[in-house]
């Protein structure tokens, strides 16, 4: 496929309106990433064009022709910077339509072995989601603690002046987590007032035969599932390319970045409960970029050059 004929001009040139939506993305690799299918689009259909010229037959004849033998990964991420400039240029009343309706995200493999990046945890954390699940999954990741043991929180096990709680770990033994900022922002908000009862809960009264220690006195409801909590968070990753995740890799995530900051062993098992370093090796890995990155800060030359 050669060069695409350029449209003619008519209102904003699209070199114009790619260049302006990718200036209102704050991460500097998220821009760069979305930068790569953008500037394409740039060079095949014309840096003049009319961007409100755009239409579904020629952008996704050219996006499968450019992307189509990608590996999904690719394919969803280039996808994806597409939309989001399509969806600002449609707030911006340059262009009418989608020119991406026709083009379907490709399901990726999910790895739950792997922690999130920073990037999927702070696009997590800002999301307009249900007030329990933000504090559910800010405090998971801030804690670092299983979802489990969260989910079993009763308000009387909290601390909220000290920005810590009791829980109880894997095997019975009593433990103290703690959250930070984000937690300590929103909590308040959840227990509305609360004094007693389970910290997290459903959304209806509890059904008969849900026992005394799972039901809040002041509204009858029941204490959040793991099923429950679950389900709602692999509906909402679902749509990341690499997702959908699992509450796990929240817990899995935090520890990764922690190790990635210079957090010692002994402070990685405290945050985490694990008893050996054994079995906390498989979840405090830095990633390759923060391998590169660590070594480039670490580099006595680069130290004599500064």
Same mark, same amino acid.
């Given at each position: 496929m050669g060069q695409v004929r350029a449209l003619p001009i008519r209102g904003v040139r699209l070199a114009d309106a790619v260049e302006l939506y990718l200036s209102t993305i704050s991460s500097l690799n998220t821009r760069r990433g979305y930068g790569i299918a953008l500037r394409q689009l740039v060079r095949d259909f014309g840096a003049d064009s009319d961007v409100a010229l755009l239409d579904a037959d020629r952008v +996704? +004849? %050219? $996006? /499968? $022709?450019? %992307? +189509?033998? @990608?590996s999904a990964q690719t394919f969803n991420v280039r996808l994806a910077s597409l939309r989001g400039a399509c969806e600002y240029w449609r707030n911006q009343e340059w262009l009418v339509g989608d020119p991406l309706v026709r083009m379907v995200l490709r399901r990726v493999p999910a790895d739950h072995s792997r922690a999130m990046t920073r990037d999927e945890v702070g696009r997590l954390l800002v999301a307009d989601v249900a007030l329990r699940e933000k504090? =559910? %999954?800010t405090m998971l990741y801030e804690t670092a603690a299983r979802a489990e043991e969260l989910l079993g929180l009763d308000i009387a096990d909290m601390d909220t002046a000290n920005r810590c709680a009791t829980v109880t770990r894997k095997g019975g033994a009593k433990d103290v987590i703690a959250w930070q900022s984000g937690t300590a922002r929103l909590l308040p908000r959840l227990l509305a007032g609360r004094r007693k009862g389970? *910290? $997290? =809960? /459903?959304?209806r009264k509890a059904k008969p035969g849900v026992v005394v220690e799972d039901i809040d006195p002041s509204t009858l409801r029941a204490r959040l599932s793991y099923r429950r909590a679950g389900e709602l968070f692999d509906q909402h990753t679902a749509g990341f390319v690499r997702g959908p995740f699992t509450l796990h890799q929240l817990r899995h995530s935090k520890l990764t970045h922690a190790a990635e900051d210079g957090a010692s062993t002994p402070m990685l098992m405290r945050m985490s409960g694990h008893t @050996? *370093?054994?079995s906390l090796g498989k979840y405090a890995r830095p990633s390759a970029e923060a391998l590169i990155r660590w070594q480039a800060g670490t580099d006595p030359a680069a130290r004599r050059r500064r």
């Open positions: +996704g +004849g %050219w $996006f /499968t $022709f450019k %992307w +189509g033998n @990608s504090v =559910l %999954w389970p *910290v $997290f =809960l /459903t959304d @050996s *370093v054994r």
